[in-house]
């Protein structure tokens, strides 16, 4: 049975950081690439963050560059999304999801590309 479990979310003042964890059990965790999604309230699902199987290549939304990281532990199957500078618009549901293909393509933002996700975890930043 495949399980993503999403943890690290929560309330944090503008500036401040967070860091999210994914915990993967009943998949082939080395062998996907990873990514983090997130959902604001009356939006559309929207890219943050994918990294390879290996963790060599990441690549960013455009909301996300330069102020998040995402990395991956392979020997504990865990994803994680470190998020600084955060801003209100940050605030949102945010999900891991487990890439459906053997190789990265040039369709990795879009979430259809996915095909295990999490419950989602709840980021809020105050102003």
């Known amino acids: 049975q495949v399980q993503l479990v999403e943890s690290g979310g929560g309330l944090v003042q503008a500036g401040g950081s967070l860091r999210l964890s994914c915990a993967a059990s009943?998949?082939?965790?080395?062998?996907?690439?990873m990514g983090w999604f997130r959902q604001a309230p009356g939006k559309e699902r929207e890219f943050v963050a994918h990294?390879?199987?290996?963790?060599?290549?990441?690549y960013y939304g455009d909301s996300a560059k330069g102020r998040f990281t995402i990395s991956r532990d392979n020997a504990k199957n865990t994803v994680s999304l470190q998020m600084n500078s955060l801003k209100p618009e940050d605030t949102a549901v945010y999900y891991c999801?487990?890439?459906?293909?053997?190789?990265?393509?040039?369709?990795?933002?879009?979430?259809?590309?996915?095909?295990?996700w999490g419950q989602g975890t709840q980021v809020t930043v105050s102003s």
């Open positions: 009943g998949l082939p965790f080395s062998r996907r690439a």
């Open positions: 990294i390879t199987q290996s963790g060599g290549m990441s």
């Open positions: 999801a487990q890439y459906r293909s053997l190789y990265t393509s040039s369709a990795y933002y879009l979430p259809q590309e996915y095909n295990y």
